[in-house]
């Protein structure tokens, strides 16, 4: 088996992990039922395997997490557009 193909998989489902739930924060306009605690955390955490996937060069983990970490400052981002102020 090739394990490429396993860990290409693996990024494609984790990379756009997050866009359900930032489209249903756009359509509702509400942010009522998410934790900013739990985005940042999983920022740091996409932050620090891009990191790791940098130290091995392995493409597949830089990739999956430049665009996992951008897709959670998105996430974020709407977060702090819809919050209560």
Request: proline fraction near 1%; aromatic fraction near 16%; charge should be positive.
């Amino acid at each position: 088996m090739q394990w490429e193909l396993i860990g290409s998989l693996a990024a494609i489902l984790t990379m756009f992990g997050f866009v359900p739930q930032i489209l249903k924060m756009n359509r509702t306009q509400s942010v009522a039922d998410v934790s900013l605690f739990m985005l940042l955390q999983f920022c740091l955490g996409m932050f620090l395997w891009l990191l790791y996937g940098w130290h091995l060069q392995d493409y597949i983990l830089i990739v999956a997490n430049v665009i996992s970490f951008s897709t959670l400052i998105v996430a974020i981002g709407i977060f702090l557009k819809y919050r209560k102020r």
